[in-house]
């Protein structure tokens, strides 16, 4: 595809350029190895200028109103519908998405757009009361001003988007650091739709980069007053401490470890698909997939049987290929770490029920049973197409499984009693928790944020709009008012 060269560039105050780093990222087809592009880095130098082509470029911005920024979006919804069969394209060769996968992430990151849209008349102030007499106490909702987003590789575009545009509608500057194995889909392809959307020079800026060449320069640079992170909860802790050091307010979409929990009155046929799914979506790359599915042991064979022939049936392979279900992961190093996990479990006590083979960066499904809770593979986030069934015994103590991981994104319940699965939903330490569903659900109206080691902050709807303005107290006097000193 021709964009791979053409955006393979940082994008800076409205221009195209080469990176004035050290050294080159070269963007593989994760699949076939693949060479898409070579990008040069931006260095220490190119973060200022971003930074300060925002700073330059946000006041006007906001000045604009509500409905020109409005405008502007409302062209994004437009470019991204046009070019949604080129998106999609991109994200099978790039991320070794599925097709179904990849029209999904634009399908839901144009909803977030309509919904950023409704968000540029949101920002409303308040008048509040004041034990003063004839005080008048306003409260005004106004732009942070630049905001720094740092964005994964799994679901590049859509988790860019869900930053990048409700911080602009509200009349922000935006720099976005893509992650370095997808930066065309989640840098140079954002940057040209806002461009040809119209979006003016400096206020949406695309840093291709890497920590090894610009420390911490993105996130300790004193112009950008909010930093969106979603990835890893190893780097969030990093830019966390980093971000609270330079008073920044810093918003985590972390790692996690979510359980589905199939009760004994499970429709357990239903429950199988919600576990195939919650699981093995894009490979298990995905913060919210289901790590562990526990089960009660009243149903416990019925589900694993149908689960295991359900698994065994998923084709793995390349996926630009029609009723390819299972792509591979994003490079060999994940495979390979992913492969040493299973074998770990295996020495621990677990039983492989499915145990699939690694070719490459291509990981088939496995499925483990019977690992020993004292294990630790247990409590950590197992990116890939791997899952876990435990067995319990009553609802106290799947409550008590579910609960004993140190994160807390997502979850989900089946059980026929839907009240007993809110009652459930409801114990389980978590930010996120679907009855009778999957446990990757991701919506634009609903908050989106995570427990424990699962983040801090929250996104979407109202909640980005919490994310990125801030509120500042005018007071007005009227008359004369007598002074206490």
């Known amino acids: 595809m021709s964009f791979f060269a053409e955006l393979a560039y940082q994008y800076i105050d409205g221009a195209w350029r080469v990176g004035g780093g050290s050294w080159d990222i070269i963007d593989f087809n994760p699949y076939d190895q693949e060479k898409l592009a070579s990008i040069t880095v931006a260095g220490v130098g190119e973060v200022d200028l971003a930074y300060r082509a925002a700073e330059r470029a ?57 919904e950023a849209i409704q968000g540029t008349v949101r920002e409303e102030g308040r008048i509040l009361p004041s034990p003063v007499d004839g005080r008048e106490n306003r409260v005004y909702r106004l732009p942070v001003g630049v905001v720094g987003v740092i964005s994964p590789f799994n679901f590049p575009f859509l988790v860019a988007i869900k930053s990048v545009a409700p911080a602009l509608a509200l009349g922000n500057a935006v720099v976005l650091k893509p992650n370095q194995n997808a930066p065309i889909v989640g840098g140079g392809l954002i940057a040209k739709i806002f461009e040809d959307a119209g979006l003016p020079a400096g206020l949406l800026n695309v840093l291709i980069t890497d920590i090894a060449e610009i420390g ?34 810093v918003i985590l979409e972390l790692s996690g470890n979510s359980a589905l929990i199939v009760m004994d ?76 996990l299973v074998e770990r479990a295996l020495k621990e006590g677990a039983t492989a029920l499915v145990r699939g083979r690694t070719i490459g960066s291509l990981v088939e499904p496995t499925v483990l049973a019977g690992l020993p809770r004292t294990s630790g593979i247990n409590d950590q986030e197992i990116f890939g197409p791997v899952v876990l069934l435990t067995s319990f015994d009553g609802e106290e103590e799947a409550v008590r499984i579910a609960n004993e991981s140190p994160y807390g994104l997502s979850g989900a319940v089946h059980t026929r009693d839907v009240e007993r699965g809110v009652r459930i939903a409801r114990r389980i330490e978590t930010g996120m928790i679907h009855v009778n569903d999957a446990t990757v659900h991701d919506e634009p109206l609903v908050a989106f944020g995570g427990e424990k080691f699962s983040g801090v902050g ?28």
């Open 265 to 340: 009155d499970a429709d357990v046929d239903y429950a199988v698909e919600a576990a195939v799914f919650s699981r093995f979506v894009y490979q298990g790359q995905v913060c919210m997939a289901a790590n562990r599915v526990l089960v009660d042991r009243s149903v416990e064979r019925e589900f694993t049987e149908k689960f295991v022939a359900r698994v065994r049936a998923l084709r793995a392979g390349d996926p630009r290929e029609d009723g390819i279900q299972i792509g591979p992961l994003i490079n060999t190093l994940q495979a390979d770490a992913l492969a040493a």
């Open 458 to 485: 929250r996104l979407n709807g109202e909640s980005a709009v919490e994310a990125f303005t801030t509120q500042k107290w005018v007071s007005v006097q009227h008359g004369r008012r007598r002074l206490p000193l």
């Open 58 to 114: 946000q006041r006007a911005w906001a000045e604009a109103g509500p409905y020109h920024r409005r405008g502007i979006l409302e062209n994004v919804v437009r470019l991204i519908g046009e070019r949604e069969a080129d998106i999609v394209e991109a994200m099978v060769v790039e991320l070794g998405a599925t097709r179904a996968k990849a029209a999904y992430e634009v399908m839901l990151a144009k909803e977030f757009v309509r």
């Open 216 to 249: 911490d320069a993105l996130i300790e640079h004193p112009v950008p007053k909010v930093i969106s992170f979603a990835g890893s909860d190893k780097v969030g802790r990093h830019v966390a401490a980093v971000g609270a050091g330079h008073f920044k307010r």
